[in-house]
């Protein structure tokens, strides 16, 4: 009779790395007893925490008719036991791979492997988890190939509109592998992997340089988890620009895939550490700081000071700092190569030269100016949110006294035509969004040129949330806005990302809000127009953006859903919506024909004009019911904000 083959004793207790990491901690044949963990990244295997006893305390009860589900402030790990809740985000790491297979583990012998065992820098850290440091460490190590490539790709299709970083000294210190060694700049480098790492998922690449599916292992979450747990559980230890750059790159990131609470989370972070470290006053910075910190510091500051104003308008809440309360001068408009640490230097001088001599001895222009000129869009965009949110302050039982300091309001026609100006006057170079091209030194300026395009949108739509217009204007509106986003190349708009939907939201929202109301024959011609042009657009920018997934269809579906109920009670006429356009026309950028229906549906008059009186006379109003799914919120009379531009 053959013996049954003997079962393998099962490990009764996890060694302490693979317990912080949540982990499974299995035997090997390690010569010094370590455990398949412990012996592949080369560190001790120990079991020094302290031992807890299972089960149930004694004197507690549990209520027995609490459900599994009910249990939000635990998780479960892969073996189903009951994790506590800043465990089970660290467990989620490894769910997701928190390392990558064993074939492709670094060489134990490398360099790399050297600093594992040392601490961070006192300068910016602090010391109350080593093991999770070092676990995060090991993740760091054994992702350098992939941390160096994000790194790149940042500068690619991130850089262009959140320049947070001096290109060359952060290429340099992360060959160099200093984020290994220095806890803030860990927190950032790990942020900035997980923010590139979503955008490529999301289809943000642009040039051949890169394969999508090479740079989505680790996921984003992994770095994501990384970069939240190297911040300091108590602020005050968080010194350094670092950290501040990581919270906001944190948030940058939770925008990007939908997390709206925690992009609250970590701008509140961000803002409470700018107050501490004092960034909205230069007189308040370090006095031994270089060049390169100093306009790295006026970049971050800018920066989420515009996506502070963003914020406010799309998801309400208030504007945590204002232009008047900043003492923080401009970026300079140089390029990253002429600022070093021992100071400023100018490009040199190539001017063209002609018959009589040179043309042009001025010094070549910096992208740098085009982005300074979108930070001016946004500080007259906190004006305006200041206008537009005082038609709601009478509703809070409070005496009016803004009036007593400021002038009225200037109307949508008047700031546009000084904003619109302002636009003349820059160089051609921001004025023109030509494809792009694969190099980034000519690509930042078509990325200069689409930001600033997308900008002006914003501030027009906010600008016309605070006046009454009639149908034929908001169809104006919203036809003017869809042209100009349809001439921006869409590698522009995919490197954009997420942020763009909330743009288009506030197109929704303006057709939402003629949709509900009274309609004729014309307007409903129109805006059925308009919505099928909206819907190629969203067609062109959701393939590989998740979020988007999908809505130009549901876009459609409602146009077909409210055409069904036209033929059906006023017995029109009217041909299915048009396919999009195929992947040639995407590719070439080419703006498909308005979906005019023939036969006696057509208008009879000219769009845009005024309606005649038959035409007036046929005035009807679609079902709420037809609209009840409707991408963009349309009752805005109980919203935060004043323009729900948030994409549904």
Known sequence: MSQKPRKLQRVSKACDFCNRRSIKCSRSDDNLGRCQNCADFDVDCTFDRPAKRRGVKAGTRVNARESPSSKTASEHDLAGRVVAPDRASRSSVSRSSTFPESGSRPSLTGDPWSSFNTGWSTAEGYDDDGALRNSWKAFAIASDRQIRNLVQVYFEIVYPIFPLFHK????????????????????????????????????????NRWHREELLEPPSEAFYAAAKDALPRDLAAAKGMNYMRACAILAIASIQNGHIKNMQKYSGIYHTLTSMEGLHDEKLWPKDISPIETEERRRLFWSIYTLDIYSCIVWGGVVRYREAHSLVRYPVELNDEFITHQGYTRPPISPATGPSGPLDSRPPVSWMHGWNFTTDLYRILEHV?????????????????????????????????????????????????????????????????????????????????????????????????????????????????????????????????????????????????????????????????????????????????????????????????????????????????????PGPYAPTHPLGSTSTIGDQMLQFQLPPELLSDWPWPLDNSHSEGFLPLAFE
């Open 385 to 597: 949110v200041d206008g537009t949110r005082r038609r709601f302050s009478s509703a809070n039982g409070t005496q009016e006294v803004w009036s007593l300091f400021s002038p009225a309001n200037m109307s949508e026609t008047t700031v546009m035509e000084r904003v619109l100006s302002m636009y003349a006057a820059l160089p051609s170079q921001f004025r023109e969004t030509p494809p792009t091209t694969g190099d980034i030194g000519k690509d930042l300026f078509g990325f200069q040129s689409a930001n600033i395009q997308a900008t002006l949108q914003l501030l027009r739509m906010v600008l016309l949330s605070a006046e009454e217009i009639g149908v034929d204007r908001k169809c104006d509106v919203a036809g003017e806005l869809l042209s100009v986003f349809s001439k921006v190349p869409v590698e522009y708009l995919k490197a954009i990302s997420s942020p763009l939907l909330h743009h288009l939201g506030g197109i929704g929202y303006i057709l939402g809000s003629v949709m509900e109301g009274s309609l004729s024959d014309a307007s409903y011609q129109r805006v059925r127009t308009l919505l099928l042009e909206m819907a190629d657009l969203l067609h062109r920018l959701e393939t590989g953006l998740h979020r988007a997934a999908g809505a130009s269809e549901r876009l459609r579906s409602q146009v077909d859903r409210i055409d069904g109920y036209m033929r059906n009670s006023r017995l029109v006429n009217l041909p299915a919506a048009p396919p999009p356009p195929n992947g040639s026309a995407i590719l070439m950028n080419i703006k498909p024909e308005p979906a005019v229906p």
């Open 168 to 207: 060359q000294s952060f290429i340099a210190s992360i060959n160099n592998k200093e984020h290994l060694t220095n806890q803030g700049l860990f927190a950032s480098t790990m942020a900035v992997c997980s923010l590139v790492s979503s955008r490529a998922r999301d289809g943000a690449l642009y040039s």
